[in-house]
């Protein structure tokens, strides 16, 4: 019995061990390419998503959860169903949202935050983050997951993001989570699930 | 129809409406010590409040959730947008308010200063004060009581609770809120007015 639970302890933390167990990936050109391809190969994305919003100050996590539709090249929609609906649309650079009825419409040129929000999102879904000259890349793996580590190098994005962590599923290539962390010790993590690759997406998505 | 009975039948609606509707004073009795109602928002020590909240100020439109969160002697508040982007962050206490983070774009004193300030009515005693005035109209009972900074506020009580507070220092600086309970001990809904910037936030519970 002794023998079955100190097995059942080595074997628990060597899987919690390999989760956290990143690694610099030592050959970046073939990761890279390999997200590369898939980010070519991508047209349309559709997912559920899970955010916890974790705000230190506070000591509190914020849950939300919605649906995620991404269309080459620029159109998304971002729709929150718990616990408030809440959606946002870009759409040729147009941002239009609509917060529980009431709508809103605005030019992403016109935001400068907006819009490198927007960018890392479409990044991150299509994979195409590694050629980023906005920040600096880092790239890193465990068994499960590709890790690509972002830090921004212009300060207007930097005092609002400190670091962003993206997990690219190692089998799919398909983004898993993201990690916002902010200068404050707060982040976002959101979630990917349901994925379904380059099904059609009625055009209605991307308007309110 | 002649010129006379037009006159006479414009002069009697004018009469009619200018001296038929009574006004109805209110007889203002003092009371001591404070009066007999609470904050409209009551946490428990490290309770925490959340609220949907949409801001208006001078055209521009902030949405997101409050979080209201009681730390003993203070009450720490955060607004944080849907999408995960922190608008700031702020302690309150009876004396004013600090702020921990604030995102540039919206680091403006006067709105801080409102925000702050309507966030103390709903969650400062006003039972404290001393000396405050009441006076009672159709349901509701009405309390008077003024601030050492010049402050002046109304609070209307119905059952018990405050739905409506009024707050004046000067004839434009005037700060409303009004709350909806739907039979639970804190507001269901909130809505606050200020129109010396013109700021109006409305806030529903999550």
Redesign the interface.
């Known amino acids: 019995m002794k023998t079955f639970f100190a097995l059942l302890i080595c074997f628990l933390y060597v899987t919690a061990y390999s989760q956290s167990d990143f690694r610099p990936v030592s050959d970046i050109e073939t990761v890279g390419s390999k997200l590369d391809n898939m980010a070519k190969s991508l047209n349309t994305i559709q997912s559920d998503f899970h955010?916890e919003?974790y705000?230190d100050?506070?000591?509190?996590t914020?849950e939300?959860k919605g649906k995620f539709w991404f269309q080459k090249e620029n159109s998304l929609r971002?729709q929150?169903t718990e616990?408030?609906n809440?959606i946002?649309i870009v759409n040729d650079g147009v941002v239009q949202?609509s917060?529980?009825g009431?709508n809103?419409e605005f030019q992403v040129k016109g935001n400068k935050?907006f819009e490198q929000?927007n960018n890392i999102i479409v990044a991150s879904m299509s994979g195409d983050v590694i050629d980023n000259d906005d920040f600096d890349v880092k790239l890193f793996e465990n068994d499960e997951y590709f890790l690509v580590k972002l830090k921004p190098l212009k300060k207007d994005i930097s005092?609002?993001i400190h670091e962003m962590e993206m997990y690219f599923d190692k089998s799919s290539l398909h983004i898993s989570k993201i990690i916002?962390n902010?200068p404050?010790n707060?982040y976002?993590l959101i979630r990917y699930t349901n994925r379904k690759i380059n099904e059609p997406i009625p055009s209605s998505v991307f308007s309110l | 129809m002649s010129r006379f009975p037009r006159q006479f039948l414009a002069f009697s609606i004018i009469s009619f409406l200018l001296f038929s509707c009574q006004t109805h004073k209110l007889i203002w009795e003092e009371e001591q010590p404070g009066p007999g109602i609470s904050a409209p928002l009551q946490l428990e020590k490290g309770d925490?409040a959340?609220y949907?909240a949409?801001l208006e100020v001078f055209r521009n439109?902030l949405?997101g959730?409050f979080?209201i969160?009681n730390a003993d002697s203070l009450y720490?508040v955060?607004f944080?947008s849907?999408?995960?982007?922190?608008f700031f962050?702020m302690k309150i206490d009876e004396d004013g308010y600090e702020v921990?983070?604030c995102?540039?774009a919206i680091n403006r004193k006067p709105l801080l200063n409102s925000i702050a300030r309507s966030l103390q009515y709903i969650l400062e005693d006003p039972g404290k004060h001393d000396g405050s005035f009441y006076a009672t109209k159709s349901n509701d009972t009405i309390y008077k009581l003024a601030d050492n900074d010049g402050w002046k506020r109304k609070y209307f009580v119905e059952s018990g609770r405050v739905k409506r507070i009024e707050a004046k220092k000067l004839i434009r600086n005037r700060v409303f809120l009004n709350a909806g309970y739907n039979n639970k001990n804190q507001p269901e809904n909130i809505i606050f007015l200020q129109r010396g910037i013109r700021m109006r936030i409305e806030m529903n519970k999550?």
């Open positions: 955010q919003k705000m100050f506070l000591d509190v914020l939300s971002w929150y616990p408030y809440y946002v949202i917060d529980d009431r809103q935050i929000v005092k609002v916002m902010e404050n707060d976002t | 925490r959340m949907k949409n439109n949405s959730v979080v969160l720490k955060g944080v849907e999408m995960g982007v922190k962050d921990v983070y995102m540039e999550l």
